[in-house]
């Protein structure tokens, strides 16, 4: 590279990713940079010159410091080469180079590796880039109150998913806290909207990126005595990092002009949307001329050799992206302001005269911006009534309006830093703004998805009831060493908590460790118990998985003939799955006795057992042949053995066919001392299941793995095979050995544990798709009082209550409010009291779904709405 990219001479000639660039044309030379990018690049040689522990002579530093001072002429600076700067800093200051002595070897050296011009120019582009991240926001909000976007666009995910991507949320926050208060609300949903927390959090990690590297360059010290190579590199991490922004204002530019577009599309006459469209077309860049700029870029930045040429059009790019966010700023505006719908009053301008309340009455009543953008209006139109004569609605000075923004978007400006400044007291300083959002891979639940739950929750217990299991609860948390060393390579998922001074404890991370625990400090020889609760894992957040979430367990433990409770349980799985009534699923069952017996035949080694299970218990997710690369590659296996077990793994259908074909006569398995047990433990399995009517939902999958460590016998685990895509649904198996790891006490158990939050997901989608009416309450009777008389409506409704009715009342002179409300909480009857009622000694009851009404006796009002209920009438 040349000294303008800041490395040696012995790379001048290095392209990127090329070792044979094509040669640099002479209008593409950046010997002479624009006047700002003179500065700033002297400004960064000069903090070079005064940190270097190299010998400089004071006259250098002296003369950056007076060419800065001046205030021009510094376009007409050469930064091509070490001399070329000194002869033309020196004529910059009216002095001739032979009277300062030349540059000497430790000042070349320190002028090269300094690379000025790059940092200088990269130093520019991460202010401007920094400015227009939050800026950007802003005016995308404004765009959002102009075509009346809802502002539950940008509510936060409840399942977790994107909580990984902090900028992302970040933008989402912001422009919930922007928009709060608004009553701009409409159903516009177009990519321009929709991506902006995407595009926008893709932008605050590119400028983040470039932020981090020259904040780095500037603090460095350069030592000549170290070796120069790292230069060159440090020249590519930059123009890497500057051609990440460069994509980025790309995308931020498309997502601008088609919001701009929205705007346009919505204002005023057609011959005046005409005239605005038109001058917007010529005035704003078009996003055809940031593509050209772009693979301009992005050539020069992987086939050029000159990485200054790439930084000076990065930072013209950026110009252009500020002037498209200023046209997208003004139409928005405009749009506000011919918006006679919308409140424009100034922020803080005081309380209102009452002759001001008394007509502001008679008025029809207005929207309002959002707290945020409403600042952000009010400092714009005030700058703008201020450099402008005419009022905003004339296009001409609309047009001005545009094109003056644009610069103060380059550089620090005045109207900048007060936009800038308020914005981040808008999203920082306010908590009634910044709303607060939940930890990532946790969520909330509403009315309606409470009402599943616990209809969901009445109809487990009752299976787990019915089967005489009793209830159990343990600590949320336990000793950490309770809960290490029984999960496999998965241990590392466990929530393990800040030390308190005392013991080490961790979040549960299933319910079955704590249960084996509980029968282990108990001494119990048989316990059937269930235990509905919240377990935490500290996995990725992403859709379907979460940190916090309920489990189901059913468990029994004790000594009991062979496959008895293992029968009991899966039938116990059965009855559950098909009493939620959510649709098709099918129960995979397989034996770990059997799986070892299969590893050890194919010649897996009994030390990688457990990791090589593992590895079979992602089949469900990944073809076998991404397994077989983890088996040998990772694991160390020979592609030989992978290759014998995939002949098995491969195997799977109806229980008792495939049990058949295993015991066959050329069967490996029977010389297997476990295998042949573990077969002869299914056959009485898949039996009593047939027996039970249950055996058509199950499969034999030999693929089955089970990847939790402490599983003996058999395992088995429940998908869902309608179109929700949630996998697994339900898993467990016997694990003879767990309790004894605790007391040294064999306590065989077996159990299941019912995947209950992706069961929701499927019953939470079945109602969307049935449009069904989800009731929050049990409501049966709603007393509308038709006036303000809280003593009748509490003589009206105790009765009631006393009853054992579910009541609720209301005070309201509006009935169609009360008939309202029970529609849309699904209460059956309605009770009017009115004057009319009061007079005549009746009350009026109204049955919601046949609208009928009727008048019942005050008397005995109880006894009359009792028969109804009881009769459902």
């Not at 002297?42 to 001072?69: C, F, G, H, Q, Y």
């Not at 080469?81 to 000194?86: A, C, M, R």
């Not at 498309?254 to 077309?281: H, P, Q």
């Not at 034996?591 to 897996?604: F, N, T």
Request: net charge negative; aromatic share 8%.
């Amino acid at each position: 590279m040349a000294f303008t990219g800041g490395a040696a001479t012995a790379v001048t000639t290095g392209g990127r990713g090329s070792s044979s660039p094509p040669p640099l044309s002479k209008e593409e030379s950046s010997k002479f940079l624009a006047l700002e990018e003179a500065r700033s690049s002297l400004s960064v040689l000069l903090n070079k010159l005064v940190l270097s522990d190299s010998t400089i002579r004071p006259s250098l530093p002296s003369l950056v410091e007076k060419a800065l001072d001046l205030c021009s002429g510094h376009h007409l600076l050469d930064f091509g080469s070490p001399l070329g700067l000194f002869t033309s800093l020196c004529l910059l200051n009216g002095k001739r180079s032979d009277e300062l002595g030349g540059v000497n070897r430790d000042e070349i050296g320190v002028i090269l590796r300094s690379a000025a011009s790059s940092v200088g120019i990269c130093s520019i582009l991460d202010f401007c880039s920094s400015s227009l991240a939050k800026l950007s926001d802003a005016v995308a909000a404004l765009s959002c109150e102009a075509v009346r976007v809802d502002p539950a666009l940008f509510d936060l995910s409840p399942s977790g998913e994107d909580f990984s991507r902090k900028d992302k949320t970040d933008v989402r926050s912001d422009m919930r806290a922007l928009l709060f208060g608004s009553k701009l609300v409409g159903q516009v949903s177009s990519k321009a909207f929709t991506g902006i927390p995407e595009v926008h959090g893709r932008f605050r990690e590119a400028v983040k990126y470039l932020h981090g590297r020259i904040r780095t360059e500037l603090n460095s010290v350069i030592n000549t005595r170290n070796t120069e190579v790292g230069d060159y590199w440090k020249e590519n991490l930059l123009v890497d990092s500057v051609v990440q922004l460069a994509v980025s204002v790309g995308y931020m530019s498309e997502i601008s002009l088609d919001r701009t577009k929205s705007v346009v599309a919505l204002l005023g006459s057609g011959e005046l949307r005409k005239t605005i469209k038109e001058e917007f077309e010529e005035k704003c860049p078009s996003l055809d001329t940031m593509r050209e700029e772009l693979h301009f870029i992005i050539e020069k930045a992987y086939f050029g050799s000159d990485s200054v040429v790439v930084f000076h059009n990065v930072n013209e790019l950026v110009k252009k992206f500020g002037k498209i966010l200023s046209w997208e700023m003004v139409m928005s505006l405009y749009a506000i302001e011919m918006d006679d719908s919308v409140d424009k009053q100034e922020v803080g301008s005081g309380e209102s005269t009452k002759d001001e309340k008394k007509s502001e009455k008679k008025k029809r009543k207005k929207k309002t911006l959002g707290r945020g953008t409403a600042i952000v209006r009010q400092i714009l139109m005030d700058w703008f009534r201020s450099t402008n004569d005419a009022a905003i609605d004339n296009v001409s000075a609309l047009v001005q309006w545009a094109e003056q923004l644009s610069p103060c978007f380059d550089l620090d400006d005045a109207v900048l830093g007060a936009i800038l400044e308020k914005i981040k007291e808008i999203v920082e300083s306010n908590e009634t703004r910044r709303l607060p959002k939940i930890p990532k891979g946790t969520r909330d639940f509403g009315k309606d998805q409470m009402a599943i739950r616990v209809r969901a929750f009445s109809i487990i217990n009752k299976v787990f009831k019915r089967h005489g299991a009793v209830a159990l609860d343990t600590p949320v948390f336990e000793l950490r060493e309770t809960l290490t060393g029984k999960y496999g390579e998965d241990s590392k998922l466990i929530y393990d908590l800040a030390d308190q001074g005392g013991e080490l404890c961790s979040l549960r991370y299933d319910l079955t460790v704590p249960f084996a625990r509980y029968i282990a400090m108990n001494n119990i020889s048989s316990l059937k118990r269930y235990h509905i609760a919240k377990v935490y894992r500290r996995d990725n957040p992403s859709k379907g998985r979460y940190r916090e979430f309920y489990q189901c367990d059913f468990d029994i433990a004790g000594q009991y003939e062979v496959m008895q409770p293992d029968f009991e349980v899966i039938r116990v799985l059965t009855e559950l799955l098909d009493e939620l009534n959510i649709g098709n699923y099918e129960v995979k069952v397989n034996h770990r006795k059997l799986l070892d017996g299969m590893l050890e035949i194919c010649g897996v080694p009994s030390e990688k057992l457990r990791t090589v299970c593992s590895s079979i218990d992602k089949l469900d997710k990944q073809s076998f042949e991404q397994v077989k690369r983890e088996l040998v590659e990772e694991k160390g296996l020979a592609a030989e053995i992978a290759d014998r077990i995939g002949s098995f793994v491969k195997k799977r259908g109806s229980p008792l066919e495939l049990l058949s074909e295993l015991k066959g006569m050329d069967s490996p398995f029977l010389g297997h001392s476990g295998s042949s047990s573990a077969l002869n433990e299914l056959e009485l399995l898949f039996k009593a299941l047939e027996k039970s009517k249950c055996l058509g939902k199950i499969v034999f999958d030999l693929s089955l793995a089970r990847g939790l460590d402490y599983y003996t016998g058999v395992i088995f685990e429940a998908v869902f095979k309608g179109a929700t895509q949630v996998g697994s649904i339900a898993a467990g198996g016997r694990y003879d050995n767990l309790v004894g790891m605790f007391s040294g006490k064999q306590v065989p158990a077996v159990g299941v544990s019912l995947g209950i939050e992706r069961v929701f997901t499927i019953m939470e989608q079945l109602h969307k798709e049935g449009n069904e009416v989800i009731r929050a309450m049990d409501t049966q009777v709603l007393v509308a009082i038709l006036n303000k008389d809280l003593l009748l409506a509490s003589e009206l409704v105790s009765p009631l209550w006393d009853a054992k009715i579910e009541t609720e009342f209301g005070l309201d002179k509006r009935a169609r409010n009360y008939i309202d409300e029970a529609i849309k909480s699904g209460i059956p009857w309605v009770v009017f009291v009115g004057e009319s009622e009061l007079e005549r000694g009746v009350l009026k009851l109204k049955n919601i779904k046949t609208h009928q009404e009727e008048d019942i006796p005050r008397e005995r009002f109880v006894e009359e709405i009792q028969s109804r209920l009881l009769n459902n009438v």
